[in-house]
T-cell receptor, first 113, second 112 residues
Framework: NAGVTQTPKFQVLKTGQSMTLQCAQD?????MSWYRQDPGMGLRLIHY???????DQGEVPNGYNVSRSTTEDFPLRLLSAAPSQTSVYFC????????????FGPGTRLTVT | KQEVTQIPAALSVPEGENLVLNCSFT??????LQWFRQDPGKGLTSLLL?????REQTSGRLNASLDKSSGRSTLYIAASQPGDSATYLC???????????FGSGTQLTVLP
């Protein structure tokens, strides 16, 4: 199994540009989520999904959209990037929403200038 | 709102020392608590997970304990090695929540 994969690893955007961060898992996990990590603040939940076709907001959803058309993929879209979205983004998955252990991807480092 | 605090933010110890990392949380209705390791520029690797019904978990030189009544968890690392240098994060999952709440981490440096 490849586990949780994320692309790209690094990205630089100009303010106002849009892009999609990709996340995929091959473990047939129902639950997937996106976090951002900022210095000194730990990880904060952006959006999550409990299964294909079902998404919900986390702690810091503003400026981000998600969709879940398949079990495997959970892309995160920035419609109009802002400097405040400069961060490291992690995708995670677990078997179900009640499963104990969560698995993380390697992260995408995004800089918005 | 659930809060998870990790103190200290950074810790430097000589090789061979035993050390304890601390994690405190405000919501005692805990489902589980998980300790992660993060190497620079990398993702998170799960180290230990303690369910609410457990008091501790052990893996090799690592031991994690959970005290729900005081809202604390500790990660004990025995005989530290330079390869243990990393940031250690704890994450709390409350009873009714699907998501994890993370602490900001303790950056550990083990000096050879």
């Amino acid at each position: 199994n490849a586990g949780v994969t994320q692309t790209p690893k690094f990205q630089v955007l100009k303010t106002g540009q849009s892009m999609t961060l990709q996340c995929a898992q091959d473990m047939n996990h129902e639950y997937m989520s996106w976090y951002r990590q900022d210095p000194g603040m730990g990880l904060r939940l952006i959006h999550y999904s409990v299964g294909a076709g079902i998404t919900d907001q986390g702690e810091v959803p503003n400026g981000y959209n998600v969709s879940r058309s398949t079990t495997e993929d959970f892309p995160l879209r920035l419609l109009s990037a802002a400097p405040s979205q400069t961060s490291v983004y992690f995708c995670a998955s677990r078997l179900t929403s009640s499963s104990y252990e969560q698995y993380f991807g390697p992260g995408t480092r995004l800089t918005v200038t | 709102k659930q809060e998870v605090t990790q103190i200290p933010a950074a810790l430097s110890v000589p090789e061979g020392e035993n050390l304890v990392l601390n994690c405190s949380f405000t919501d005692s209705a805990i489902y589980n608590l998980q300790w992660f390791r993060q190497d620079p520029g990398k993702g998170l690797t799960s180290l230990l997970l303690i369910q609410s019904s457990q008091r501790e978990q052990t893996s090799g030189r690592l031991n994690a304990s959970l005290d729900k009544s005081s809202g604390r968890s500790t990660l004990y690392i025995a005989a530290s090695q330079p390869g243990d240098s990393a940031t250690y994060l704890c994450a709390h999952r409350a009873g009714s929540a699907r998501q994890l709440t993370f602490g900001s981490g303790t950056q550990l440096t083990v000096l050879p």
